[in-house]
């Protein structure tokens, strides 16, 4: 089975979810930690634009297609990642939520709080984001997928930088 590539950052409140999130998506979800920052709560301290950018850069230049952000809400960071060309992140608080921002929108982002939910309740709301691919089979779905993409080109070029379709094109689909 390939490896779930995927990134990691958080903010020295979510630093202690983080790392067990880490352990459990490297022990039981078979993940490649591609990109995890912050080593210590004191690196996430002040840093969650510069956190952000990382890990939609890597999203965007292809080396990983899936990222955690966790803080005490997960609602700034992702607030930040979706002003990023082609980044689709998701808030949830919810196993129902992570799987619909999965399966509806293709987001390539789940950021969650480490205040708002118990580390295991964390993971599984993160296995409800991990294994619910979007499926572009769904006729509504991949309409509403479209719409964003067209929206995303209304607003402004795509960044040479940006090394694939950003899920907008099931050519590109995740494969792990």
Not at 55 to 61: L, T, V
Not at 138 to 165: G, H, Q, T
């Amino acid at each position: 089975m390939k490896k779930l590539r995927i990134a990691l950052g958080c903010d020295h409140i979510g630093f202690s979810l983080k790392e067990e999130l880490k352990e459990y998506l490297i022990r039981v979800k078979n993940a490649e930690i591609v990109l995890d920052p912050i080593r210590t709560p004191e690196d996430g301290k002040q840093n969650f634009t510069v956190t952000t950018d990382l890990i939609c850069r890597s999203i965007q230049q292809d080396k990983c297609r899936l990222a955690l952000l966790i803080c005490g809400t997960g609602l700034g960071y992702c607030s930040v990642a979706n002003t990023y060309w082609g980044i689709r992140a998701a808030h949830a608080s919810d196993c129902y939520t992570a799987e619909r921002a999965r399966k509806s929108l293709n987001a390539h982002i789940l950021c969650i709080g480490a205040r708002v939910m118990a580390p295991e309740y964390a993971k599984m709301v993160v296995s409800a984001f991990i294994d619910e691919p979007f499926s572009y089979s769904r006729e509504s779905s991949v309409i509403n997928l479209k719409c964003i993409e067209d929206f995303e080109n209304s607003r402004m070029p795509k960044p040479d930088y940006v090394a694939w379709s950003m899920g907008f094109d099931p050519a590109d689909a995740l494969d792990y």
